[in-house]
């Protein structure tokens, strides 16, 4: 990942990932933007009302907002590079990142840099297991990852 800057504190990230990796595996505070520039992307996020995973595919030139407080979890099907910025759609500027890893998503990305076969990894979440993990602490202030 490479941060890019300008002089008024500005900024978006350029992301390069290889195929069959996973990224992210958290939430944050702010929308998410991401533009792909090449590539093609599976995406999870979790529908807080209905507990269940809502699977969307996106490709070079498209934009995708995750909206603010959304676990959500990229599958990276071919090399893919692109962007990624915060936003604050209360006042249209850009925020500060900060995230919490969701352990449900991150799981994905904790097992597939152990080396784990990626169809050995359980990906059964329920709204209860959700609750559950936010009660006991599993989801957890981002490392850096």
């Not at 941060?3 to 958290?26: A, H, I, M, P």
């Not at 929308?31 to 999870?44: A, D, K, M, P, Y």
């Not at 352990?103 to 904790?110: N, Q, S």
Request: charged share 30%; proline share 2%.
């Amino acid at each position: 990942m490479r941060v890019v800057e300008n002089d008024d504190g500005g900024y978006v990230n350029l992301v390069w990932t290889k195929k069959s990796f996973y990224r992210s595996g958290d939430i944050h505070q702010c929308s998410q933007v991401n533009s792909l520039v090449r590539g093609r992307v599976r995406l999870l996020r979790w529908n807080i009302e209905t507990g269940e995973d809502v699977v969307s595919y996106h490709s070079a030139w498209e934009t995708v907002v995750i909206e603010a407080h959304v676990p959500h979890l990229f599958y990276f099907e071919t090399d893919t590079l692109m962007t990624e910025a915060w936003r604050d759609d209360a006042t249209g500027k850009q925020c500060f990142f900060e995230s919490w890893h969701f352990a449900p998503y991150r799981k994905y990305v904790t097992e597939a840099l152990r080396g784990a076969p990626l169809d050995e990894i359980d990906n059964s979440t329920t709204a209860s297991q959700v609750e559950e993990a936010e009660q006991k602490g599993n989801i957890l202030e981002d490392d850096g990852d």
